[in-house]
Nanobody, 124 residues
Framework: QVRLVESGGDAVQAGGSLRLTCVHS????????MGWFRQAPGKEREGVAS???????IYAESVKGRFTISKDNAGSTLYLQMNTLKPEDTAMYSC??????????????????WGQGTRVTVSS
């Protein structure tokens, strides 16, 4: 059974940095697309960043230049480096994976495998 487990969330002040990690076990093929999503209280889940099997990335406009998505060579760990954090980045962050090699982009509906999330709180 595939599991996605996130870690690295914390409470930080504006301008600070965090690195989120998502370890996936089980059968997640290297050609599946993976992404980071977030959901703030009272808001819909939104795509933050995604990465394809060949390393192509896409970012939400709100995080471009501040966040970087990456994965290790084995493809078993996904990262999200978050710099210059803002209070509006406060949310529950989750990693997700598509199946059958499908492209996901920033559309949460395209992803079928989800972790439980890790909370990020940014204070002003």
């Amino acid at each position: 059974q595939v599991r996605l487990v996130e870690s690295g969330g914390d409470a930080v002040q504006a301008g600070g940095s965090l690195r989120l990690t998502c370890v996936h076990s089980g059968y997640v093929r290297s050609n599946d697309c993976m992404g980071w999503f977030r959901q703030a209280p009272g808001k819909e889940r939104e795509g933050v960043a995604s990465i394809t099997r060949d390393g192509s990335t896409i970012y939400a406009e709100s995080v471009k230049g501040r966040f970087t998505i990456s994965k290790d060579n084995a493809g078993s760990t996904l990262y999200l480096q978050m710099n210059t954090l803002k209070p509006e980045d406060t949310a529950m962050y989750s990693c997700a994976a598509t199946v059958h090699g499908r492209y996901g982009g920033l559309d949460p509906n395209a992803y079928h495998l989800w972790g439980q999330g890790t909370r990020v709180t940014v204070s002003s």
